[in-house]
């Protein structure tokens, strides 16, 4: 039952992006259906209900459209029983530093989300119960990524949560194989600045603990050879 549900949450939530054109359509199924974040965000519960939800570096938009298109399933009964409860975002707010990423999001969602064209380094986050910062912070210096989660941590409300996906520099051939498939990736999307600031999955921790982050990890790269670990931050007790 699970198999099909996630191939029809991948149809719901890719479908808007036909308004957007091809390529916004076809790289929506393709990140939807291969890339295991989106299926892990949800099968171990780690957006909680009624979240004003800030997505950092959020591109077209996708996990705007695979949190709604959740949200609707449930509302539905289609929700598998053995997960946890569906996300029900009060508020969905995407900042993207590229613009044609932000007009295929509008164009796709109309209102249903925020979509902010802006440098995440700069760009007011406003306030958040949940931030997911999902594959960008190895894009700005150290010293930018720890200004960035000092900003993400005053963001966010009290007990409020992360959701950071990065890749473990120390992990060794699934960290090259990471950077290679990025640095395409990333090219075919038009950024032309592919310098990386990579960090040990150790340094990534520590990092948020000064925070006064608790943190947990786990593997969030099913089905992949790639060296991407999910990092869940809480404040509070």
């Keep these: 039952m699970t198999s099909q549900f996630v191939k029809q949450l ?19 199924r393709g990140k939807l259906g291969g890339d295991p974040v989106f299926v892990g965000l949800l099968e171990h519960g780690l957006i ?3 979240s004003r939800i800030l997505d950092i570096g959020c591109g077209q938009g996708l996990l705007a459209s695979w949190l709604l298109s ?11 029983a053995h997960w946890p409860a569906a996300p029900s975002a009060v508020s969905i707010h995407g900042i993207e530093l590229m ?5 295929r999001a509008q ?9 902010t064209a802006g440098d995440m380094c700069s760009t007011d986050f406003g306030k958040a119960d949940t931030v997911v910062i999902l594959d960008v912070l190895h894009y700005v210096s150290i ?3 720890d200004d960035v989660l000092r900003r993400v941590r005053d963001a966010l409300a009290p007990r409020g949560r992360l959701v950071l996906r990065v890749g473990d520099a120390a992990a060794g051939l699934p960290f090259l194989a990471s950077v290679w498939v990025d640095r395409i990736v990333t090219f075919v999307r038009g950024h032309r ?5 990579c960090r040990p999955l150790a340094d990534w921790k520590t990092a948020l603990e000064k925070l006064g982050f608790r943190v947990r990890s786990l593997p969030m790269n099913k089905g992949t050879p790639f060296a991407n670990i999910l990092l869940v931050a809480d404040l509070g007790d």
């Excluded at 600045?193 to 600031?197: C, E, K, T």
């Design 193 to 197: 600045n592919s310098r990386m600031y």
């Design 70 to 80: 959740a949200k609707a399933a449930h509302e539905k009964g289609q929700w598998p």
């Design 48 to 50: 909680g209900e009624r």
């Design 99 to 103: 613009p044609r990423d932000v007009a």
């Design 10 to 28: 991948i149809d719901t939530a890719s479908a808007p992006y036909r308004a957007a054109g091809k390529f916004a359509w076809h790289f929506a």
């Design 107 to 115: 164009r796709a969602l109309g209102n249903a989300a925020r979509f």
């Design 143 to 145: 010293e930018a990524q």
